[in-house]
């Protein structure tokens, strides 16, 4: 064992630029081929300097790619490289999933055209008790000010999906307590176990407030039911070998709870990274802490706001600075990411993207660029051969090799 903590910390939808057949997914009926993340937001920050990132900088991410305002440096501390994604599909369960080793195959079922089949709507309504409004595509914060209103004071359930394979119902608590919305949730998962209809979340999306004008979501209480992997993952493994697989944000939900020892919520990208830093300040164990840091996609890639992207990294490098200030020697930090959304891209959906690999450790002596790795289970790999412990057959990946050297 080199690593006894191994840090891994999913920036959502930070992209490092289109995959090689990314020609085959589709934006607003545009493709793909030719989005990046990282380097269009670098180049729509005010004033042309691009992006102030001087944590990530000193990692090395200049070396992935001219980023405007990275440059390329000595970074012996770090590795880097990219990693293309082997599964097909371009969301958050495939990425998060291949990660830990699964291959998935035929991608998760989306509705983002024409909304649920009516006979999915009319036996939620039938064993829910409530009427359901909405039924199509849309921002979960432009949903809410359009029907809010009749959620609140009628007490309709605002169901809703995306680019994403997700069905959301969205409901007022003043009308629909918390317990109650997650109940109704549970019916609509059971629901959504039908071959033709299986998504890959469903999320309750509680909301507060008097009037369109202040109406938010409760990032406290959202829940997601998703789908557990169809085999054991990496982070089973973990665990049935007494190492500590610890979840921060929204990974418990994408893995449904599945080999995940224990959980911690997050409001926000801050939030989350002061978890992740107490986490690291307090703990004392061997074994996964793994991340994942939903507002780079929720809030800017989605809405196609590049700058307020470009602002939401600058505030992670932050972050990345005062995480460092508390790591142990033989501790691993892997920032990454799940997929790509590029706000300067048509639609709103994400984008098929290869995904950035920043290895920092202070007991790193050689860190240089790496070349660019076939699947995004490298990571799942690694982490396994740092505790001796061995990939099945029915799992994807290699190891890092470079990392124990």
Same mark, same amino acid.
């Given at each position: ?12 939808? $930070? #992209? =490092? ?7 085959? +997914?589709?934006?607003? @009926?545009?493709?793909? !081929? ?65 990660? $830990? #080793? =699964? ?7 989306? +509705?983002?055209?024409? @909304?649920?089949?009516? !006979? ?286």
């Amino acid at each position: 064992m080199k690593y006894k903590r191994i840090f891994v910390i999913v920036a959502d939808s $930070m #992209g =490092v630029g289109a995959e090689p057949d990314a020609d085959k +997914f589709f934006n607003d @009926g545009v493709s793909d !081929e030719g989005s990046h993340t990282m380097l269009h937001i670098s180049e729509r920050m005010p004033g042309g300097k691009g992006l102030d990132i001087p944590t990530m900088n000193a990692w090395g991410v200049g070396d992935l790619d001219p980023i405007l305002g990275t440059s390329k440096v000595s970074h012996p501390h770090s590795f880097v490289a990219k990693a293309r994604e082997k599964s097909n599909g371009k969301d958050t369960m495939t990425g998060h999933w291949e990660m $830990m #080793g =699964v291959y998935t195959t035929k991608p998760f079922m989306t +509705f983002t055209d024409h @909304g649920f089949p009516k !006979e999915l709507m009319d036996e939620l309504e039938q064993r829910t008790g409530r009427h359901c409004i909405g039924n199509y595509a849309a921002s979960g914060t432009e949903i809410i000010k359009e029907l809010g209103d009749e959620s609140k004071n009628k007490g309709h359930l605002i169901v809703y999906t995306s680019a994403d394979s997700v069905l959301q119902i969205a409901a007022h608590e003043d009308l629909t307590p918390v317990p109650e919305l997650y109940k109704f949730c549970d019916i609509a998962r059971e629901i959504c176990m039908k071959p033709e209809w299986m998504v890959g979340r469903v999320i309750a999306r509680p909301f507060i407030g008097n009037s369109a004008q202040d109406y938010h979501r409760d990032a406290s209480n959202r829940h997601d039911l998703a789908l557990k992997p169809g085999v054991p993952t990496v982070m089973n493994i973990l665990q049935e070998n007494g190492y500590m697989v610890d979840c921060i944000g929204k990974i418990g939900d994408i893995f449904d709870g599945y080999g995940v020892t224990q959980t911690q919520k997050t409001t926000s990208n801050e939030d989350g990274m002061d978890k992740t830093i107490a986490h690291a300040k307090e703990l004392d164990y061997q074994g996964l802490c793994f991340v994942n840091l939903v507002e780079f996609d929720s809030e800017y890639g989605h809405r196609r706001n590049p700058v307020g992207y470009g602002e939401c990294i600058q505030r992670f490098d932050k972050r990345l600075a005062e995480l460092v200030e508390a790591l142990h020697e033989d501790d691993l930090v892997i920032v990454t990411a799940d997929h790509g959304n590029d706000p300067t891209w048509a639609g709103t959906d994400h984008t098929r993207e290869k995904i950035p690999l920043l290895m920092f450790s202070k007991s790193i002596q050689s860190g240089r660029l790496l070349n660019e790795r076939e699947s995004f289970g490298d990571i799942g790999a690694t982490i396994l051969k740092n505790f001796g412990l061995k990939l099945p057959d029915n799992l994807i990946g290699e190891p890092i090799e470079e990392l124990f050297e």
